[in-house]
């Protein structure tokens, strides 16, 4: 789909809903206490009416003797696309659970600007879910289940009708709203599931791992889309996910987790650019470690030899870091911080070539072109301002 | 279409004689209900005298409408109430041994020879009636006896569908608003349905076949057809029980045939 057409649909969804009154109307939300023994309200705290940032404070979950999360803190501006990055088991699907309200955390809070979510259960949050399986409803039309949350709330049926079409429209599923999940294809099973939880116009908006089912070539295309949703919408979005290349394609920052703690947050560029420590340094883009140690003003001794600094470290012994492409391959040795290494392998890639080197061993990209010989002996070139310093 | 396997002969020497010894018997019975021979087990044409006869048979009515009664006031009763035990084990979050625990308490009765069961309700309804004189061997006491163990097979065949749902739908209704209410009408109760449903003809099917705790149970006024044919075939063999026998067989055969159909699970 064009941009144009996207941004259209989009902005007529926006201002349809304004036309309706649903956005910032609390009212608009209440029950109609139609069902005997419902309980009075849902979602009675006030309507969306303007964004909040979501606080996560101090947030600790133990499963068990296992604890899952460890004291975990951020804010999530409003509006903004948020990455929860690490392997799995990290404890990044739990935060997102408790997010949703489907944990509770042991200890912490989960503020929304001033409000308290703790104590809401998840069907009383202004947060809505993409899960990782989609879990549609088998038993129910693509329209009822993206109809499912307004009807839950008992908002009208002509509501629940626009509500759906728009829906259905943004992400282009005419036509298919007469259609039962298993007629569905995998893309399509996961616009349903956005559609389903974006009509809803959730304050945030938590996706575990939606992208997960789909193949390769799909996937690029859907992190393209959901990007460009999310900066239609501007609405906080959350995403899940185990894949450095997906977080850096839609996060405005990445939050990198391990242990069911945060190593670093940033934008793409910076955990990429600046990793903290070794974890994220390895995590993302696998960069080459090298311990070292301090031996002059801004001159670590190292297996390859002296190097030079940007600055200098705050530690005695310790790690740098440098991103296999950020390392120049040459025959004749550099001005500073030149390296004398063996080709030990070299592969073709098509835009580049991996050569592993001795000693080290350091994994290089270098540029296409140079024939690297197995057994030749090279000149790299490990650019001071390259070298990350770990705290680590 | 999968490719046809070849059948090793083996296979059909072993098969062709237990189907025969399975069913040789119910189609024995089935032809002997429409032999007009009184007696004697010599084919004299075919006649429906029998199954006409069987309408003039106020016993044998009497255990007719006690048997269906007994059947469907139990059915209704354990239907609910293993469907509701389901959900109980499946969402309550109980630790771990106690969940095994209770596993091992509901299927104890699926398991439980029926001799020992029915004797068992016995002593348990002569103790319950000196708190109360309403526990006589009777209607009452074989509804009790019944449900007691259709439970577990309600309990069972919607748990293992409770099982293979999983978590996640439940989830995913609670993230869109749903109240519990909401979200069992909703979500649970449709696709629980098949397996209530097909949990409710097998407690049927069991119900309509029982003899032992229904006889260990049993009133002077409650004979149901079991009781009855078990009694007259002690008389000696009448078409007539013939006849009644084949009904039930076809109704069960009908009951187990609804049942596969509402078994099958439809995958998203």
């Known amino acids: 789909m064009a941009a144009g057409a996207g941004e259209a649909v989009v902005g007529c969804f926006r201002s349809m809903l304004a036309a309706v009154g649903l956005r910032g109307q609390p009212g608009a939300v209440e029950v109609q206490g139609s069902t005997g023994g419902m309980p009075g309200k849902v979602g009675d705290e006030g309507g969306p009416a303007v964004s909040h940032d ?52 042991d200890e912490g809070h989960v503020r929304l600007g001033e409000r308290l979510l703790d104590d809401l259960p998840a069907n009383r949050r202004p947060v809505n879910t993409v899960f990782q399986s989609y879990a549609l409803f088998p038993h ?81 295309e859907v992190q393209i889309e959901m990007r460009r949703l999310q900066r239609k919408l501007g609405k906080t979005f959350i995403l899940v996910t185990h894949d450095q290349d997906e977080a850096m394609t839609v996060s405005d920052r990445i939050l990198v987790m391990n242990q069911g703690r945060i190593e670093q947050i940033g934008t793409s560029s910076e955990v990429y650019e600046k990793p903290r420590n070794r974890f994220v340094a390895e995590f993302l883009g696998a960069a080459n470690l090298i311990p070292a140690e301090l031996v002059g003003p801004r001159t670590v001794q190292t297996a390859l030899g002296m190097l030079e600094l940007r600055a200098d470290p705050r530690w005695e012994r310790g790690t740098l870091a440098i991103h296999p492409e950020r390392i120049e391959a040459r025959r004749t040795p550099p001005k500073s911080n ?55 | 279409m999968s490719e046809r396997r070849k059948i090793h002969p083996v296979v059909t020497m072993l098969a062709l004689p237990s189907l025969l010894l399975l069913y040789l ?102 103790m319950l009636r000196s708190l109360w004189a309403g526990f006589v061997p009777g209607m009452l006491a074989m509804v009790i006896g019944h449900v007691t163990f259709q439970i577990s097979f309600v309990a ?43 949990g409710a003809m ?18 002077p ?18 078409p007539q029980i013939h006849a009644i026998s084949t009904l039930i067989v076809i109704l069960t055969v009908a009951l187990v045939l609804g049942l596969e159909r509402f078994t099958r699970y439809r995958k998203a």
Request: glycine content about 8%.
């Open chain 1, 54 to 105: 979501l606080n996560i404070e101090g947030i600790s979950k133990y499963f068990g003797p296992v604890q899952a999360l460890a004291g975990v803190t951020f804010t999530v501006k409003a509006g903004e696309f948020v990455t929860l990055l690490g392997p799995s088991g990290c404890g990044k699907t739990t935060l997102l659970r408790i997010i949703a309200g489907f944990e509770r955390s």
């Open chain 2, 25 to 126: 018997p119910l189609v024995a019975v089935a032809v002997y209900s429409v032999n007009s021979a009184r007696i004697g087990l010599v084919w004299e044409g075919f006649t429906l005298r029998w199954y006409r006869e069987l309408l003039h048979n106020e016993a044998m009515l009497d255990a007719a409408r006690n048997t269906m009664i007994l059947g469907l006031v139990s059915t209704a009763i354990a239907t609910v109430l293993g469907t509701l035990l389901a959900l109980g084990l499946a969402r309550f979050p109980w630790p771990k041994p106690i969940a095994r625990t209770l596993d091992v308490i509901v299927d104890l009765p699926v398991v439980t020879p029926d001799i020992i069961f029915a004797a068992a309700m016995v002593i348990a309804f002569s």
């Open chain 2, 202 to 219: 097998l407690a049927f099917t069991l119900s309509l076949d029982d003899f032992v705790i229904s006889f260990f149970t049993a009133g």
């Open chain 2, 221 to 238: 006024k409650s004979n149901t057809l079991p009781i009855l044919i078990y009694s007259a075939q002690r008389r000696g063999l009448s």
């Open chain 1, 140 to 220: 129910l039309s693509v329209y009822a289940n993206i109809a499912f949350g307004l009807r839950a709330r008992h908002f009208a049926a002509a509501e629940v009708d626009k509500r759906v079409e728009f829906g259905l429209g943004m992400l282009q599923l005419d036509g298919l709203a007469e259609r039962y999940p298993h007629q569905l294809s995998g893309g399509q099973k996961q616009r349903v599931a956005l559609a389903r939880a974006l009509v809803n116009e959730p304050e945030v908006l938590l996706l575990d791992e939606p992208m997960s089912a789909l193949d390769a070539k799909l996937r690029a």
């Open chain 1, 338 to 392: 030149g390296v004398r290494v063996r080709v030990k392998d070299a592969v073709y890639r098509g835009d580049h070539v991996e050569l592993l080197v001795e000693p080290g061993p350091l994994r290089v990209q270098a540029v296409p072109g140079i024939n690297f010989e197995i057994g030749e002996r090279l000149w790299l070139e490990l650019p001071a301002e390259r070298l990350e310093v770990l705290l680590d």
């Open chain 2, 156 to 198: 069972l065949v919607v748990r293992s569908r409770l099982v293979l749902i999983g978590p996640t739908l439940m989830e995913a209704g609670r993230d869109l608003y749903a109240s519990s209410f909401y979200l069992f009408r909703k979500v649970t109760l449709p696709l629980l349905l098949p397996a209530i449903v097909a």
